[in-house]
Nanobody, 117 residues
Framework: QVQLVESGGGLVQPGGSLRLSCVAS????????MSWYRQAPGEVRDFVAS????????NYASSVKGRFTISRDNAKNTVYLEMNSLKPEDTGVYSC??????????WGQGTQVTVSS
């Protein structure tokens, strides 16, 4: 019943941009904190960005601050990650995460982002 479906990943050159989308269903989206995580090959999953308080508050990892923007459309149950000035170290599988007001945790399947020259 709960679904988080990411899209928008792909291959991009350093300095380029991508916009990821995550469409959610099966839970109360507007009251849930939404986050993006990424996992590089052979590495642990790292926090990237989060949107909470219905989207009125955001949080970013230091490595992406100023380059990435998380946003959400509660009417569409969709959270976005706008990625600019991409670097090779941004490469990884980007996963959408939802934490409900009841502290349930949900994860999407992930979408691959590859930054390479």
């Amino acid at each position: 019943q709960v679904q988080l479906v990411e899209s928008g990943g792909g291959l991009v050159q350093p300095g380029g941009s991508l916009r990821l989308s995550c469409v959610a269903s099966g839970f109360s989206f507007s009251t849930s904190a939404m986050s993006w995580y990424r996992q590089a090959p052979g590495e642990v999953r790292d926090f990237v960005a989060s949107s909470f308080n219905g989207g009125r508050s955001t949080n970013y990892a230091s490595s992406v601050k100023g380059r990435f923007t998380i946003s959400r459309d509660n009417a569409k149950n969709t959270v976005y990650l706008e990625m600019n000035s991409l670097k090779p170290e941004d490469t990884g599988v980007y996963s959408c995460n939802a934490q409900t007001s009841s502290n349930c945790d949900y994860w999407g399947q992930g979408t691959q982002v590859t930054v390479s020259s």
